[in-house]
């Protein structure tokens, strides 16, 4: 059983900062990747970031050089820091995490899910 608790969304303005945190939990051996997606009203759900275990870093084109994402390897945990916040950077986001439990079995896991909105 794996657990990713998140933290951090809320309400801002155009042109503000929001943090976003995610930690996961439980039967663990290791953690391949961890990221983030959002899905917004009438969309189908979009990779936002994604961090390897080796720090390798893959961004979606609408927020390169706006996002970025960092990720403690010992802790198990990944954030996401977003500036310049737009508009249409609303949507719900998801932490993901492809983990292995025990060796030679890869799972991914999803957290709740947290509401950002950018509106002034």
């Known amino acids: 059983q794996v657990q990713l608790v998140e933290s951090g969304g809320g309400l801002v303005q155009p042109g503000g900062s929001l943090r976003l945190s995610c930690a996961a939990s439980?039967?663990?051996?290791?953690?391949?990747?961890m990221g983030w997606y959002r899905q917004a009203p009438g969309k189908q759900r979009e990779l936002v970031a994604v961090?390897?275990?080796?720090?390798?870093?893959n961004y979606a084109d609408s927020v390169k050089g706006r996002f970025t994402i960092s990720r403690d390897n010992a802790k198990n945990t990944v954030a996401l820091q977003m500036n310049s916040l737009k508009p249409e950077d609303t949507a719900v986001y998801y932490c993901?995490?492809?983990?292995?439990?025990?060796?030679?079995?890869?799972?991914?896991?999803w957290g709740q899910g947290t509401q950002v909105t950018v509106s002034s």
């Open positions: 439980g039967s663990i051996f290791s953690i391949n990747s």
């Open positions: 993901n995490a492809l983990v292995r439990p025990r060796p030679g079995i890869s799972t991914a896991y």
């Open positions: 961090i390897t275990s080796g720090g390798s870093t």
